[in-house]
């Protein structure tokens, strides 16, 4: 977290890939006044937020109809 403490002087959007996003992360970057985003590994999404499984999305049918959030928790936002 010392490499946040570095760029808090300036204003940045920071992205990361499933390898490193957090919700822990993504909440103590809000908390102090980040916005950041990134991919999230399905064991590392919470189990009070159930994401549609593929069978599920593919019933849908329109392409629109798979953008949705599911869950707003501590300001982040799940989406599939």
Not at 36 to 46: D, E, F, L, Q, W
């Amino acid at each position: 977290m010392h490499e946040i403490e570095a760029i808090k002087k300036f204003s940045y959007n920071l992205f990361f890939d499933n390898l490193f996003t957090t919700v822990n992360l993504l909440v103590y970057l809000t908390e102090n006044g980040y916005t950041a985003s990134g991919t999230m590994r399905k064991n590392r999404v919470p189990k009070e937020c159930p994401l549609l499984t593929k069978k599920d999305f593919a019933k849908t049918g329109k392409k629109e109809d798979h953008f949705s959030i599911i869950e707003r928790t501590n300001g982040i936002i799940f989406t599939k």
